[in-house]
């Protein structure tokens, strides 16, 4: 053990002895004037102000004390700075004379980064080609000579310089950035210097290795920004942890197993952020190109909003917007990049699909989507939100964002096997877009909706200074009755039955009243055992049929609503007009008609409903007439008049009183025609042969042309 013990001793003390003989006679302060010889080389201002010193504790290796970096444009203002680096170095080679640094820690390291008001960055000179120096001479023939792996020591023999680090460490460190760019057209508008922070910046870098072999990467940091409107400032704290891989030859870079965690602190909310990810870029010496796989784990959206000091996001359901999560695998290059595939759980909701930027310069991206169900209602604002005594829009506000459509390239497709939107319940949606070429072209839309079947098609061209609509759309087996139900809840128009439509248009314009003016199309209709209600046509006749008989309307219950078989028509619309131009519809022994005119900027309507009784009683239980004058006769008698947001069938339609007035006048003629009808031909027979015996009397007596004169004016008396 004595033995032992002295062997210890003695190693220990040839040790000490090696290092304070190399503290002795190597000065690593002699590689100062190289190093900052060096950074001029490459256009860097490299101020060196404390010594190059050997340091003991906790480990063995160089210190750098206060350096400065600046550009040799402004010398005097350093982009980067630092309190204290040492390079650690390994004790073994050491006792051959050799320099190897396997631990470089960097503390109090500080990078400034500031954009002028012509937004040009303080970095930019780096970026160039390096200057001869900050003074604008030639360098020395001693700042020319080649770097090389051997520096004298202060005796004048040469020292190696290896670099094999195995841990990089930075510590207490930050960078700032500072914008005094302007935006605003005038110095009054000018805002105040954007400011941003990133502090408290700690870098782990463990194994370092340039042979392709896994090293550890360990941060943290706190990033500050400054106050927003609504919001005293914005604080994210961040770590990140990977593996990390770099390819001998520069070419690849991995980051695997990697875990990046953000919190995310406002004035009064704090949100969570989790990202984990596996990541590698190829091509670094080339065109590089990156791949991976990122998943976002569950987060609260709305927190995070209000963490980053938004306005508090409100939805109609609170539970709206509280869960998103996403994962994908990504690729991509300096023009483009693509998540495919890529899932997105949204609540409740399921969305898998690709997104991909096929060209950033022109703006040119794809998405394809398939969903499972979502209900967009839940999302929108409150409805008691809505304010009260909004300013009424004039139609004249622009509505087609023409110029952000020009540019737009894209390929979209979207499926949903349960959509509600609006509050209508759509299924089996299928929607198919694309944009190039300034045309928007909506290739298809269908979905079923209410038990039927809705499609649509049509482009925007926006290649003019004005946006060019085309038009195709059509129901096939539209249930009215649930549609009202759920559109119109609170509407006194009721209603139901099925369906069937096809309408086609065009129009051009970038606001709403331009679009109105010049629209123009078509639209066909048909249904079978359409109900309207609270209208009964059938009572509405025979109430008109007694008034014009001038009898009381017997006390009867008539339902309060109308039933139609056989309903078809035709409406056109031009320049915001709707009209009426074919309709023809059966109730019961009524054939019903319609005329009329719908105004899209005013928001009327006026439509008379001729009528035609085809037999003696209107129904079975209907009322019955007493005359053929009623029979097969199209009678003007019933009128509806109103605005579309208002509709109310019992108060807007009745009696038409113009109609009314010349079915009284006729009706009158024709019970004068029953009641006297044979002394009135017997009169007539009679006057046409005293006629004809005067026209006899006055040929015979006058003749020729003055004849025929009188008995033009007796004509004319006679009629």
Not at 618 to 630: A, I, Y
Not at 650 to 671: M, N, P, Q, V
Request: hydrophobic fraction near 40%; charged fraction near 20%; charge should be negative.
């Amino acid at each position: 053990m004595k033995l032992l013990l002295k062997s210890l001793f003695v190693i220990v003390g040839l040790i000490l002895i090696a290092l304070v003989a190399l503290a002795l006679l190597f000065d690593p302060d002699a590689f100062k004037p190289r190093i900052e010889s060096l950074a001029r080389e490459q256009g860097i201002v490299l101020n060196i102000d404390g010594d190059i010193s050997w340091q003991l504790w906790p480990a063995l290796g160089i210190e750098i004390n206060q350096v400065r970096a600046a550009t040799t444009e402004t010398p005097g203002e350093p982009i980067a700075q630092l309190e204290q680096a040492s390079l650690r170095l390994a004790i073994q080679p050491l006792l051959r004379g050799e320099v190897v640094i396997h631990h470089v820690a960097v503390d109090g390291a500080v990078i400034e980064l500031s954009v002028d008001a012509q937004g040009r960055g303080n970095w930019e000179p780096l970026l160039s080609d390096a200057e001869p120096s900050a003074s604008g001479k030639e360098p020395s023939a001693a700042d020319k000579e080649p770097a090389s792996d051997t520096q004298k020591s202060a005796k004048g023999e040469p020292t190696n310089l290896q670099l094999a680090v195995e841990r990089i460490s930075l510590s207490d460190s930050a960078i700032h950035y500072v914008s005094h760019q302007q935006t605003a057209e005038s110095p009054e508008e000018a805002s105040d210097p954007q400011r941003l922070s990133l502090q408290n910046l700690q870098v782990d870098i463990e194994h370092f290795n340039l042979q392709g072999e896994i090293f550890s990467l360990a941060m943290q940091w706190q990033f500050k920004a400054p106050a927003m409107a609504g919001s005293e400032g914005l604080t994210v704290n961040g770590s990140l942890t990977s593996a990390a891989q770099l390819a001998p030859n520069m070419s690849e870079f991995q980051l695997g197993e990697g875990r990046l965690h953000l919190a995310v602190a406002g004035d009064e909310q704090s949100a969570p952020l989790e990202l984990q990810f596996d990541f590698a870029v190829r091509g670094l010496q080339g065109e590089p190109q990156y791949s991976g796989e990122v998943a976002l784990t569950p987060f609260n959206p709305k927190q995070l909003m209000t963490a980053l000091g938004q306005v508090p996001l409100r939805t109609r359901e609170t539970q709206a917007l509280t869960s998103l999560a996403v994962t994908a695998s990504i690729s991509g290059d300096s023009n483009s990049v693509a998540l495919n595939p890529l899932t997105i759980l949204l609540d409740k909701t399921r969305l898998e699909g690709q997104f991909s930027v096929t060209d950033f310069t022109a703006g040119a991206f794809e998405l394809l989507l398939k969903g499972d169900k979502i209900n967009v209602d839940r999302y929108l604002a409150p409805a008691e939100e809505a304010p009260t005594e909004a300013p009424a829009a004039s139609g004249d506000e622009p509505l087609i964002p023409l110029d952000a459509l020009k540019p737009l390239q894209a390929r979209v497709s979207v499926d949903f096997e349960e959509l509600a939107i609006a509050n209508m319940p759509l299924t089996q949606l299928r929607l198919r877009l694309n944009a190039k070429d300034a045309v928007i072209t909506l290739e298809r839309f269908s979905a079923d909706l209410y038990g039927g079947t809705v499609v649509a098609s049509g482009s925007l061209n926006a290649r003019t200074d004005t946006a060019v609509i085309e038009f195709e759309s059509g129901v096939q087996g539209l249930q009215l009755e649930p549609l009202m139900r759920d559109q119109q809840p609170e509407s006194k128009l009721g209603l139901a039955g099925a369906l069937n439509a096809a309408a086609e248009g065009t129009t051009h314009g970038l606001t709403l009243n331009e679009l109105l003016q010049a629209a123009n199309g078509e639209a066909n209709f048909a249904g079978d055992d359409i109900r309207i209600s609270p209208l009964n046509i059938e009572q509405q006749f025979c109430r008109i049929v007694d008034l014009v008989n001038q009898v009381d309307s017997p006390d009867k219950s008539w339902p309060e609503f109308t039933q139609m078989k056989q309903l078809s028509g035709q409406i056109n619309l031009v320049e915001g007009q709707v009209t009426i131009e074919e309709f023809a519809a059966s109730v019961e022994h009524l054939a019903v008609g319609a005329q009329g005119e719908l105004n899209l900027f005013s928001g009327g309507y006026d439509i008379t409903l001729p009528l035609t009784l085809t037999e003696s009683s209107t129904s079975e239980t209907g009322c019955r007439v007493q005359s053929d004058f009623w029979l097969n006769r199209s009678l003007s008698l019933l009128r509806c008049q109103g605005s579309l947001s208002t509709l109310d069938p019992a108060a807007d339609c009745g009696a038409d009183k113009e109609g009314l007035k010349t079915l009284t006048k006729d009706f009158a003629a024709y019970k004068v025609q029953q009641k006297y009808g044979e002394e009135i031909e017997a009169a007539e027979q009679e006057l046409d042969e005293k006629k004809a015996e005067l026209r006899e009397k006055l040929e015979e007596e006058l003749g020729g042309e003055e004849g025929q004169k009188l008995e033009d004016r007796l004509k004319s008396i006679f009629r």
